[in-house]
């Protein structure tokens, strides 16, 4: 149980207790990356937010894993709907052409990803799909989604990580 809570230790939503390709996923180097991954980019040259798009992404599957406990779809495209990202993020993808949506796509095509996925019975084209589509994760019409709703936590993690360090 120890190593469970540290790997996916997010403290300021409830503890959400993983499925088993969960936790193969967040094992997956694609998903791993992640943690050297500045959630600001370059803004955390410059800010005080400290944490990293793991951490992000640790907050979007637990909130999606609450509200969606048996979405397993839904579950799996909050768990990888930033793996794209570069270091700088969306600051430096026009610049080096690009964007992290497809590099998303690829990473899900890939191997590690898609061979976790296919042997849970998961289809890597229907996780591709939804991450492209509106969704609870990315929104619904002008309703925010939960990727932006973590967004909005930022300040409140950061306070809470920050003590806790």
């Known amino acids: 149980m120890y ?11 409830p503890y959400i207790k993983p499925f088993i390709w969960e936790v193969e996923l967040f094992k997956s180097k694609p998903v791993r990356r992640l ?19 793991f951490e992000h992404t640790v907050g979007v599957w637990k909130l999606t894993a609450f509200f969606y406990p048996e979405d397993i779809s839904l579950r799996v495209a909050a768990l990888l709907h930033d793996i794209g990202h570069l270091p700088f993020s969306h600051a430096v993808e026009e610049t080096l052409g ?36 509106q969704s609870a994760i990315t929104r619904v019409g002008n309703i925010l989604g939960i990727n932006h709703l973590d967004i909005f936590m930022i300040w409140p993690r950061t306070l809470v990580i920050s003590i806790m360090r």
């Open 3 to 13: 190593q469970e809570i540290e790997i996916y230790s997010e403290p300021l939503y």
């Open 35 to 53: 943690k050297q991954l500045a959630h600001f980019g370059a803004g955390s040259l410059v800010s005080p937010v400290v944490h990293s798009k």
């Open 98 to 133: 690009f964007n992290h949506h497809e590099l998303t796509e690829q990473y899900i095509l890939k191997d590690e990803i898609s061979s976790i996925l296919q042997k849970f019975k998961i289809d890597p084209q229907a996780i591709i799909k939804l991450l492209n589509g």
